[in-house]
């Protein structure tokens, strides 16, 4: 979220409900994507609507960009959250904390080489802190 946009009070608890967003300006992830899909079902299940979303991409980073300048809260992955310029946003963890999955392409049919085995497992070690 933009600097000053969240209250004081979450920010320093350094998580936030969707409810806690629910009249706040939002920047939605278009629904077709994996993370926006996750994130549609958990606000129904939640019974939250985003009244004031200002507008959908179709990209982490485009949201985290437009936090940056100020547009509104973008909820986005892990992986972009660590990206964040601190200085321009709040960057809490979400609840209900929603899996982001990551897949590996590998060709099909042929067992995987010692190297891909190794910056599998090295991008695994990477990755799983920020999800």
Excluded: W
């Excluded at 100020?70 to 960057?91: F, N």
Aim: net charge positive.
């Amino acid at each position: 979220a933009p600097k000053g946009m969240l209250p004081r009070a979450l920010v320093r608890n350094g998580s936030v409900a969707l409810h806690d967003l629910a009249e706040l300006p939002v920047v939605g992830l278009d629904s077709r994507d994996p993370v926006g899909t996750s994130l549609s079902q958990a606000c129904r299940q939640a019974g939250v609507g985003f009244h004031r979303a200002v507008v959908t991409v179709q990209t982490y980073h485009a949201a985290l960009a437009m936090a940056h300048h100020g547009l509104g809260v973008a909820l986005v992955d892990g992986c972009t959250a660590s990206s964040a310029d601190r200085a321009k946003v709040d960057v809490l963890a979400l609840e209900p904390h929603i899996p982001v999955p990551i897949r590996a392409l590998r060709v099909a049919g042929r067992p995987d080489s010692v190297a891909v085995r190794a910056i599998t497992q090295a991008m695994r070690e990477a990755i799983e802190p920020m999800l």
